[in-house]
């Protein structure tokens, strides 16, 4: 089934460690993005990737990094979390035209304690 | 910067017709979309203008004002798994390429 696959769907993490979501898709999207979502504040992007080789900064960045070594995978890394980083973390794929909608993954819950 | 505003909460009687609007500032304007999310689960697209005026689909009609910066997202019939989160989001296209930004959603509740 064509989609987008989050990993892991739930994770408990210690505060200080390091952490890798990935977020696969199969429908050759070009542009990928990774998304948080807490109470009250709606989506906010973190960061993005328009196609293979390229990211951007998006609106909370900071604390997170990510690549874009081939159009399929964009995993979105904590170096050091903090308990603010707490959230649900959504991965979004597009394709290039203005008019494409995004498609999300399931989301990964992600709590630093 | 963007900016986009939308209602925290609205409450609705099922059957009736219930608007949530959504006002936005940006620059790079290419595009609204809506979607829809239910608790635990992730967002659904519902709609997208780019153009001014109304973009009707079944029981869900989306409308858009560039010049005023300003839409708004139509349900009529209401059901009670309409009971969801509404999300308004913009596109915009600049320097970096397609951004997308979304509002906090409005949570609308459909009563019996």
């Known amino acids: 089934i064509a989609g987008i696959t989050q990993a892991p769907t739930s994770q408990i993490l210690a505060a200080g460690r390091r952490m890798t979501l990935r977020c696969t898709q199969d429908?050759?999207?070009?542009?990928m993005y990774w998304y948080r979502q807490d109470l009250g504040l709606g989506l906010r992007l973190i960061h993005y990737?328009?196609?293979?080789?390229?990211?951007g900064k998006g609106e909370v960045p900071d604390g997170y990094s990510v690549s874009r070594a081939n159009t399929d995978d964009f995993p979105l890394t904590l170096a050091s979390a903090v308990p603010s980083q707490t959230s649900v973390y959504f991965c979004?794929?597009?394709?290039?035209?203005?008019?494409?909608?995004?498609?999300f993954g399931n989301g990964t819950r992600l709590t630093v304690t | 910067g963007q900016n986009i505003d939308q209602p925290t909460e609205m409450t609705a009687t099922e059957g009736a017709i219930v608007q949530i609007n959504c006002t936005y500032q940006?620059?790079?304007?290419?595009?609204l979309f809506w979607y829809q999310q239910h608790a635990g689960e992730a967002p659904t697209f519902l709609s997208y203008?780019?153009?001014?005026g109304l973009e009707e689909k079944g029981r869900f009609s989306s409308f858009l004002s560039r010049s005023k910066g300003y839409s708004y997202l139509l349900l009529k019939e209401l059901q009670m798994k309409d009971s969801a989160s509404y999300l308004c989001?913009?596109?915009?296209?600049?320097?970096?390429?397609?951004?997308?930004?979304f509002g906090a959603g409005t949570r609308l509740f459909v009563k019996a």
């Open positions: 979004a794929s597009s394709e290039d035209r203005g008019s494409s909608p995004l498609h």
């Open positions: 990737s328009n196609t293979a080789g390229t990211t």
């Open positions: 429908m050759r999207h070009n542009a």
């Open positions: 203008n780019v153009l001014d």
């Open positions: 940006t620059s790079g304007f290419n595009g």
């Open positions: 989001a913009v596109r915009s296209f600049n320097t970096g390429g397609f951004k997308t930004i």
